[in-house]
């Protein structure tokens, strides 16, 4: 085991968490740790922000070292000058949560720390960070698409390489130490994040920072708790609950002794009424760090939590301080956007509508960040009290006229804003948009294909059992007519269900609620606008989706997205609980019930969902641990990604080392894979020479039908083919045509083409034997014809 990379690792991070503090002072003076618990993702933002650009004409030691000038200049100008007091304290406490999650995560990989490409992206992944390793500038080049720029969004491992660099980390270390960082960071941040929600309130901050930090680093779905509850109950009574909730006979059959941890991830059904329907990705943050993968939508959560944090001071940043709340809204959202968009595209749009729902519903109304030439273009309602916050503690504070009419100013200013902020974003990563990222159409959700509403349970149930009594505590005193609201609200559900909108039947009531008690009342806050957030865009993906190769149908959409709503109701529910159990804090009229009774129920709660939703990692993390891996169990605790290929693959791990070893990035041919298996006896090699390198082949894996189109990336495979198996002539204008520097001949490239007719070429030498593969070397001078 490397402990000593771990103790390095890990002092870097606070390092640079430190170096940020001041920074972090500056931009969140009102959080009661003084943004202590978003040190590292700013520090981490800065360097991905100056190292992209940067990179463009150097990468490498060049960005790393103007990322770490600007932090270090940037906190120094910022605590010579700003009230920037440090609370090293609340840093100590923030620390403290970053280094146990950092040490759980390291534990996790040390068992398992392969990047096998089975069940997973960490074929990619790894690629990717092996690839900017080698590159000058940025983008780098495709290792599966050799003599063109990567076509995917790589800002995570750009970050990963950066920190690489400065630890001076092989890179067969890094990737899991990186991904350990990673968790470790977001975990910290919704510490953090729900810790300084809850403040406003009076409630015990730890409490909910407590919670939401437990639903991001261990909460499940509900599908362990019902498999659980399954076997618990008599063999009849099971029966009608699966039925119920749409659960498949064979869960009736599981016992304890059969979990499997990747049962839980696919949990909804494509096609509810299809028993042979593909199974939707429904990924939890805690599988998803169990599996592993280094992969956009674990690297980029922790940013899009400091959004929502920079979101929140906005929030709290009184009207009167004007340039203040235009710094953070045109100052610090558009790097982060652009970064986020590099790291993660599916999360821009999160970023921008979590912006843009602060901007809708913060005290201070939008328009104020404007000239105020613009801003008297657009007049304001007439407020209740003059306070320039339509909300109250008793109820509404506008007339019903007064109220759209603040509604439309409201929304559609900020709607204007965000469409502006989303601009500034595009500048900010404007090389990644113009050369790097592939585009996409969207298409309608079938309505045979919508989530049935077993799967909406299952899969959400545990955010729900918070935010209804959350938000109905508050609605009911929020109307005139509680009753006749409520079975308003019961008869839409049910309508909604009965055709086919199991989506609307759970969610809209929710998010109109919400939307309400946000426009209507002071004591529903960040936390409700986090809340909707999430519904909105659990609701959108039931109706649209993102057209692409990843996956069929809106299986990719799900999965990307369902990350984002994770993170944000995480937080919220960690709020929401701490307020439900509050004593004596929240009271509320008679005839929503005793004020004791709902503090009870609120306890009673939050200890099921603890519970309930911590089974999964009760089952998972043992089993983990126990059942370790081959890496493991040949050559015991270590953090070495690529140690397995000795292991699973010897005849060819020196030929893939030789490989690793090349300069540069000259270009190889290796078979061309269909799939994700290394499975070299069926002509399947994963392209594991140039994902476990970085040196870029041909034609790799079929991911980039999806980034390029199939005709292109079908026209490669075919060269590649050619190259190996066709005439002389063929086969030297196409080695010419991708400047092909050496050709890898192992047991897939043997049993994928057969008779290999290359090597007989006057132009390609042996450059190097081993066991089961011969690497030759080309000579571009003395290729036939």
Same mark, same amino acid.
Request: charged fraction near 15%.
């Given at each position: ?42 520090? &981490? ?7 992209? &650009? =940067? /990179? ?5 030691? !060049?960005?790393?070292?103007? @990322? ?133 309130? /009076? ?29 618990? *109950? !008599? ?6 609950? #699966? ?20 049962? #839980? ?6 096609? !509810? ?38 979101? &929140?001071?906005?929030?709290?940043? !009184? ?54 030439? *613009?801003?008297?273009? =657009? ?33 559609? @200013? ?12 595009? *500048? ?16 309608? =959700? ?7 509403? @077993? ?5 959400? /149930? ?61 004591? #529903? ?39 984002? =709503? $994770? ?30 009774? $709902?503090?009870?129920? @609120? ?74 298996? $290394? ?12 994902? &476990? ?16 189109? /199939? ?45 290999i007719t290359v090597t007989d070429n006057a132009g390609v030498t042996v450059a190097e034997s081993f066991d089961a593969v011969t690497i030759y070397r080309v000579d571009q001078s003395a290729l036939a014809g």
């Amino acid at each position: 085991m490397e402990y000593g990379l771990v103790v390095v690792w890990a002092a870097t991070y606070l390092a640079l968490a430190l170096a940020a503090l001041p920074l972090c002072g500056a931009l969140f003076p009102r959080f009661p740790d003084r943004g202590a618990a978003f040190a590292l993702p700013v520090a &981490l933002a800065v360097l991905g922000v100056v190292g992209y &650009l =940067v /990179g463009h004409l150097a990468f490498g030691w !060049p960005a790393l070292v103007a @990322g770490l000038v600007v932090l270090v200049a940037g906190s120094y100008l910022v605590g010579e000058r700003a009230d920037a007091d440090l609370d090293y304290r609340a840093f100590a406490e923030s620390s403290a949560v970053f280094v146990l999650a950092f040490v759980l995560l390291v534990a996790v990989r040390a068992v398992d720390p392969a990047v096998h490409p089975i069940g997973g992206e960490k074929f990619l992944d790894y690629g990717l960070l092996r690839s900017l390793l080698r590159a000058p500038v940025l983008p780098p080049e495709d290792m599966w698409f050799a003599g063109e720029p990567v076509k995917y969004y790589y800002g995570g491992h750009l970050i990963t390489a950066l920190l690489t660099d400065l630890t001076f980390t092989a890179p067969r270390y890094a990737y899991n130490l990186a991904l350990a960082g990673f968790y470790a960071t977001v975990v910290t941040a919704a510490y953090g994040l729900a810790g300084a929600i809850a403040d406003d309130y /009076g409630v015990s901050n730890r409490l909910a920072a407590g919670l939401g930090a437990f639903f991001v680093a261990l909460g499940a779905n509900l599908y362990t708790a019902a498999q659980t509850l399954l076997w618990l *109950l !008599p063999e009849g009574l099971a029966g009608t609950v #699966a039925g119920a909730v749409g659960l498949p006979q064979s869960a009736l059959a599981w016992r304890p002794t059969e979990f499997s941890y990747w049962s #839980a991830s696919r949990v909804m059904s494509s096609e !509810p009424a299809n028993p042979d329907a593909f199974a939707l990705i429904t990924e939890f943050p805690i599988f998803a760090w169990l599996n592993g993968d280094l992969h956009a939508h674990m690297t980029s959560t922790g940013f899009l939590l400091l959004v929502a944090a920079i979101c &929140l001071a906005y929030w709290r940043t !009184p009207a009167e301080a004007l340039m203040r709340r235009r710094l953070l809204v045109f100052g610090a959202v558009p790097p982060l956007a652009g970064l986020v968009a590099v790291v993660n595209t599916w999360s821009f749009p999160t970023v921008l509508g979590v912006t843009w729902l602060t901007l809708a519903f913060a005290p201070a109304t939008p328009l104020s960040l404007l000239p105020p030439r *613009l801003a008297d273009l =657009v007049p304001e309602p007439a407020r209740a009290d003059g306070s320039g916050d339509s909300r109250a503690d008793g109820g509404v504070a506008l007339t019903g006229r007064q109220l759209l009419r603040e509604e439309l100013t409201r929304t559609g @200013g900020a709607l204007v804003l965000a469409a502006g902020l989303a601009l500034l974003g595009l *500048l900010w990563s404007l090389p990644f948009w113009l050369g790097t990222a592939s585009g996409r159409s969207v298409g309608v =959700v079938p309505g045979v294909n919508r989530s049935a509403l @077993g799967g909406l349970l299952l899969v959400h /149930g545990g955010f729900l059992l918070v935010f209804v009594p959350y938000v109905a505590r508050r609605g009911l005193v929020a109307v005139s007519q509680p009753y006749l609201t409520l079975a308003t609200v019961v008869l839409f559900s049910l309508a909604a269900w009965s055709f086919g909108f199991a989506g609307l039947a759970l969610f809209a009531p929710l998010l109109v609620t919400g939307w309400y008690l946000l426009r209507t009342r002071t004591d #529903a806050g960040f936390e409700t606008l986090l809340m909707i957030g999430g519904l909105g865009i659990v609701l959108l993906v039931e109706f649209l989706y993102v057209v692409e190769e990843a996956g069929p149908g809106r299986l990719n959409t799900v999965f990307k997205t369902y990350a984002q =709503v $994770w993170m944000l109701w995480s937080v919220a529910a960690g709020v929401m609980l701490a307020r439900l159990t509050a004593v004596g804090r929240d009271s509320l009229p008679a005839f929503v019930g005793p004020d004791r009774s $709902w503090r009870v129920a @609120g306890a009673v709660l939050a200890v099921v969902l603890v519970f309930s939703t911590g089974l999964y990692a009760g089952f998972a993390l043992p089993q983990h641990f126990e059942r370790g891996s081959a890496t493991a169990n040949e050559v015991g605790p270590t953090l070495d990604a690529v140690t397995f290929v000795g292991i699973q693959h010897p005849r060819e791990a020196e030929a893939i080392g030789w490989v690793d070893s090349l300069s540069g990035t000259p270009t190889i041919v290796t078979a061309a894979p269909g799939g994700y298996r $290394w499975d070299p006896s069926t002509g399947r090699g994963a392209s594991a020479p140039a994902s &476990l390198t970085g040196v870029p082949t041909v034609a790799g894996w079929y991911h980039e039908r999806g980034y390029r189109g /199939g005709e292109v990336f079908a026209a490669r495979v075919d060269d590649v083919e050619t190259i190996y198996t066709g005439s002389e002539a063929e086969q030297a204008a196409l080695l010419a045509e991708y400047d092909v520097q050496y050709v890898y001949v192992g047991p897939a490239e043997r049993n994928r083409y057969g008779s290999i007719t290359v090597t007989d070429n006057a132009g390609v030498t042996v450059a190097e034997s081993f066991d089961a593969v011969t690497i030759y070397r080309v000579d571009q001078s003395a290729l036939a014809g």
